[in-house]
């Protein structure tokens, strides 16, 4: 199995290959894997790979699937020895139709995470001896380390991706705007948040220019001027901010209007040109966040890329200018002729 598992990085064939490997090894009826969600509030359970049970079998709800897994913390596993009368247990009518005599359920994890569940379905009742539910446990963490390398793999290639299309935009694109609207779609996405921003700094009026934005309503988006002396200054002296609570942290502007466009967490990095600092890009979280050091770098590194855009059309700009000049100052030489 574990072998199976290091050659599969498809993430759907690696949760059909969990579930097929607890009914193969364990002997059940069926087996379920359920991932969590953590864009929903609070972070709920849903099933994603199923085996030996009919389309029409309906599991618990998210949120009772996140009361088991807190149940599951607390234990290790839950053992049912009864599915079809066990208080634990919903749907019971439904169980005894499908002929799911017994339930054995273990965590996912992910560093010290419970990050999915694991649910084992038999025919017949059963006790389930310390030994099945340790290998049960141990298949489960197998299957959590597979799903967290797919999981890596799949955010390495988000990774390449989008420094890829930077620098294609960057190569055959010198409108400013499109780039940076290019650019916070995609960082969007690749961190899985729910918008994105670029803000260039207006030294004269000491605010922070709106660029370009992705997944912000123009309510707020035309709340009013954005201070470079009094949101998040401490971007604009090159440093990385992470606001863990939008709706209260110091240093943060508009925090009504945050609260109202449902913006819970935000990570703020500069956009350097040279070594100056000359904006900031925004990324915002409708949940409560904590950007990891590896996200935090990502984004930094999108920065600079962006800071690098922003330089290369500034210098095309300021060559068509001199060009320009040239011509008009040729043509004032000849016309002295």
């Not at 500069?270 to 990502?298: C, H, N, Q, T, W």
């Not at 999108?302 to 011509?327: P, R, T, W, Y």
């Amino acid at each position: 199995m574990s072998r199976a598992f290091g050659t599969t990085l498809e993430k759907e064939e690696l949760l059909d290959l969990i579930v097929q490997s607890a009914i193969d090894t364990m002997g059940g009826k069926a087996a379920c894997l359920f991932l969590r969600d953590k864009d929903k509030t609070p972070p709920l359970f849903f099933p994603l790979a199923q085996k030996g049970l009919s389309k029409n079998y309906l599991h618990v709800e998210p949120k009772e699937a996140l009361r088991a897994a807190e149940e599951i913390l607390r234990k290790g596993y839950i053992a049912i020895y009864d599915a079809t009368s066990d208080p634990r247990v919903h749907n019971h009518d439904i169980k005894k139709a499908e002929g799911v005599a017994s339930i054995l359920v273990v965590p996912i994890m992910v560093k010290d995470e419970v990050t999915g569940l694991l649910s084992l379905y038999t025919a017949t009742t059963r006790r389930f001896s310390e030994e099945e539910i340790a290998f049960l446990k141990a298949l489960s963490e197998q299957g959590g380390m597979a799903i967290e390398r797919s999981r890596l793999i799949e955010q390495i290639r988000k990774n390449t991706e989008l420094f890829y299309d930077l620098a294609v935009g960057m190569n055959s694109n010198l409108d400013l705007k499109n780039i940076m609207e290019i650019l916070t779609e995609e960082v969007a996405d690749t961190f899985g948040v729910k918008a994105a921003s670029v803000r260039l700094l207006d030294k004269e009026k000491q605010t922070l220019q709106l660029i370009a934005s992705y997944g912000l309503s123009e309510k707020y988006l035309n709340k009013g001027a954005v201070s470079a002396e009094k949101s998040l200054v401490e971007a604009l002296k090159g440093n990385v901010i992470v606001v863990d609570d939008a709706s209260r942290a110091g240093g943060v502007q508009y925090k009504k209007e945050k609260k109202e466009e449902g913006i819970a967490s935000i990570l703020c990095v500069p956009i350097k040109a040279l070594d100056e600092v000359i904006g900031v890009l925004r990324l915002y979280s409708a949940l409560p966040r904590k950007f990891s050091e590896d996200e935090i770098m990502l984004a930094t590194a999108i920065a600079h890329q962006g800071g690098l855009a922003i330089q290369n059309a500034s210098c095309v700009l300021m060559l068509k200018e001199d060009i320009k000049e040239l011509k008009e100052d040729m043509w004032s030489h000849r016309s002295w002729f």
